[in-house]
């Protein structure tokens, strides 16, 4: 079994579909606290698997996590969970410490705990893999090369800063301790069960509901985007044979401005699902006041993953941005059922101005 935490929320719930798939003889067991992001709808498909275990709690909880290292005694700790978008940790940064900083002390903490007690076999085996983000390594110029691992971080916001603390103590349980850990670094995921907070999703949404698609600045704004899928194949892989205490960093190859994205949600939804005017989405961008902080480019060098493990990116943008557009057009539902008034009174306080 492996122990999964975050798996409720978009990356997470992902990666234990494609677990289950993909290692049907391996359990899952799921933590997730199922704030605003988490959603159970997410793993409806697995609705009477015996090897999906789902316990509702919180990563800070150290009785609580101890007590499952203790009963269902994992091979690994997929470690997912996370607050994750800039602009809530703008406006409240405390829950962005509490979860990716104490939250992974405290998995820190309980996974040393439970790894020392180990027999020999087991304890050689155990691995803690950590999934964190480009965004730990800040901005970067025009013409500046591609983010490596070994990379100066210099995160921008409230949300990379904590996510780039949580990167360090890993980082230092296991030159410290001796912890077995690997720690993943990927660009901006895309596809199916997204919050629709996230770029690619709210303009999804914000267009078949004839609102304005908000675009932030000139929208030139470069990121490199990772189909989820591809993202949970790449953890997989450095589970399986990457090198203890190393960084992995897992980008898509596929560098965009932000405006491109929105263009090409609309041609998509021009084609899918045509406006009943006959006008193109394009029609509803709103440019709207820049976010502070919003740092100017991000891009991935995946080469070590590819070099050292052989994973690359299966979906091209043009494939993953086409399955994931035809997703959220087959599932109005989830949709509907996850846009709560909380997640109404978040998006007019964000885009009001």
């Known amino acids: 079994m492996i122990l999964v935490t975050g798996g409720a929320g978009f990356i997470g719930s992902n990666f234990v579909l494609d677990w289950r798939a993909a290692h049907p003889g391996e359990a899952v067991l799921n933590l997730d606290a199922l704030t605003y992001a988490g959603n159970r709808e997410n793993l409806a498909s697995l609705a009477g698997d015996a090897g999906h275990v789902?316990?509702?709690?919180?990563?800070?909880?150290?009785?609580?996590?101890?007590?499952?290292?203790?009963?269902?005694?994992?091979?690994?700790?997929?470690?997912?969970?996370?607050?994750?978008?800039?602009?809530?940790?703008?406006?409240?940064?405390?829950?962005?410490?509490?979860?990716?900083?104490?939250?992974?002390y405290t998995l820190l903490e309980a996974a040393r705990a439970h790894w020392s007690a180990l027999g020999e076999a087991a304890k050689a085996a155990f691995r803690f893999l950590h999934v964190s983000t480009d965004e730990v390594y800040g901005s970067l110029g025009p013409q500046d090369a591609p983010f490596t691992e070994t990379h100066p971080y210099e995160p921008n916001s409230p949300y990379s800063a904590s996510k780039a603390a949580s990167d360090h103590l890993v980082r230092a349980w296991h030159h410290t301790y001796g912890l077995p850990v690997l720690t993943t670094n990927c660009s901006n995921n895309y596809g199916p069960f997204h919050f629709p907070e996230k770029l690619i999703p709210l303009m999804i949404v914000n267009a078949l509901a004839g609102k304005p698609l908000p675009v932030y600045g000139d929208g030139l704004q470069v990121r490199d985007w990772l189909y989820v899928k591809d993202h949970c194949s790449a953890i997989r892989a450095v589970l399986a044979g990457g090198r203890l205490g190393e960084t992995y960093n897992v980008g898509g190859w596929n560098e965009k401005p932000n405006i491109e994205i929105v263009h090409t949600v609309c041609a998509l939804l021009d084609e899918l699902q045509p406006r009943a005017d006959g006008q193109s989405y394009r029609s509803q961008i709103t440019h709207v006041k820049d976010r502070p902080g919003h740092d100017r480019r991000y891009a991935i060098d995946a080469r070590k993953v590819e070099r050292e493990l052989g994973w690359r990116p299966a979906e091209t943008f043009e494939t993953g941005i086409r399955k994931t557009v035809q997703w959220y057009l087959h599932n109005p539902q989830w949709v509907q059922r996850v846009q709560s008034g909380a997640y109404r009174e978040w998006v007019q306080t964000q885009y009001a101005a």
């Open 54 to 104: 789902f316990v509702h709690g919180d990563i800070t909880d150290r009785a609580l996590v101890d007590r499952l290292l203790a009963e269902h005694q994992p091979r690994a700790i997929v470690h997912f969970a996370a607050e994750s978008h800039v602009d809530r940790s703008i406006h409240g940064p405390g829950a962005f410490v509490k979860t990716n900083i104490e939250g992974t």
